[in-house]
C-alpha cells in the first residue's frame, strides 16, 4: 500500500487563490494550526472559508489567516473571539454568514453523506429564516439548511497512520471527522504518523479512505 504521508510543500502545491476551504478545529483546540501558516507562508489569498469560528487573532492559524486578510468570505458560528474579524465584517472588508453551530455541523455532515439537506427548528421566525425554505412536518415548521462541501478540508489528528486512518484526542474530535468526508481532498495534519496496524482500529475515527494526504505537524 502507497504511504499517503507527504511532505507539506507538496500538499501546499494543491492550493490556489480563491479556493473554498475548511478548517476544522474549535478555536486552538483540533485545529491544524501549524499547517495554516504554512499555507500563509505560500501566499494563497481571497479563501472562501468554513470554519466553526475565527480563531483568536493572532494567537492560531485561523485567526491569523483572517487578520491577514487572506480571508474574503467566512461561514462559521461565531466570530466574537476575534476582534480584527468583526472590524473587518462591519467595515464591509469580510462577507460573514453565521450559522447556528448544530446547524452548521449538521450541513457540513449533509455535504459528507450526500444528502440534500436537513430539517431543523433552529432560527425559525428568525433573521436566520431570511431567504431559506420554510417546511412543515407534522404540524411543526423547520428550515431546509443546504449542505456544505469544500475544495480541500484540512484537519488535525492526534494520531494517523500512513494509510491515512485518523484518530482524535478527546475535544479535538468536534469538526474533524464531518470535515474529512465533505470536501474533494482531504489533508490531515498529524501529531503522530505510524504504520499501519499500530492502531487500534476501535479508536481509528476517520477511516484512510477519506483523506488524501497526511502532513507530520512537525517535520
Known amino acids: 500500500m502507497q504511504s499517503k504521508v507527504v511532505p507539506a510543500q507538496q500538499a501546499l502545491e494543491a492550493f490556489h487563490d480563491g479556493m473554498t476551504i475548511m478548517i476544522s478545529g474549535f478555536t486552538n483546540v483540533g485545529a491544524p494550526n501549524r499547517f495554516i501558516m504554512k499555507l500563509i507562508e505560500q501566499g494563497i ?27 474574503s468570505t467566512l461561514i462559521a458560528s461565531h466570530i466574537g473571539l476575534n476582534p480584527e474579524a468583526g472590524r473587518q465584517m462591519s467595515a464591509g472588508e469580510l462577507a460573514v454568514t453565521l450559522v447556528p453551530q448544530g446547524t452548521l455541523a449538521e450541513r457540513i455532515r ?75 481532498l482531504v489533508i490531515a495534519e498529524a501529531e503522530e504518523v505510524v504504520e499501519v496496524g499500530q492502531l487500534d482500529p476501535d479508536e481509528i475515527m476517520t477511516p484512510g479512505v477519506c483523506v488524501d494526504m497526511v502532513v507530520k505537524e512537525r517535520e
Open 45 to 71: 489569498k481571497d479563501i472562501h472559508l468554513i470554519s466553526n469560528d475565527a480563531g483568536n487573532d493572532h494567537t492560531d492559524g485561523i485567526g491569523t489567516l483572517v487578520c491577514r486578510r487572506r480571508v
Open 110 to 184: 449533509c455535504g459528507g453523506a450526500g444528502l440534500g439537506g436537513v430539517l431543523t427548528p433552529t432560527g425559525v421566525g428568525t433573521v436566520v429564516a431570511e431567504g431559506k425554505q420554510v417546511i412543515e412536518v407534522n404540524g411543526r415548521r423547520y428550515l431546509l439548511e443546504l449542505p456544505l462541501r469544500a475544495q480541500i478540508a484540512i484537519v488535525h489528528a492526534a494520531r494517523a497512520d500512513t494509510a491515512g486512518n485518523l484518530v482524535y484526542h478527546r475535544c479535538g474530535r468536534n469538526f474533524n471527522p464531518m470535515m474529512a468526508m465533505a470536501a474533494d
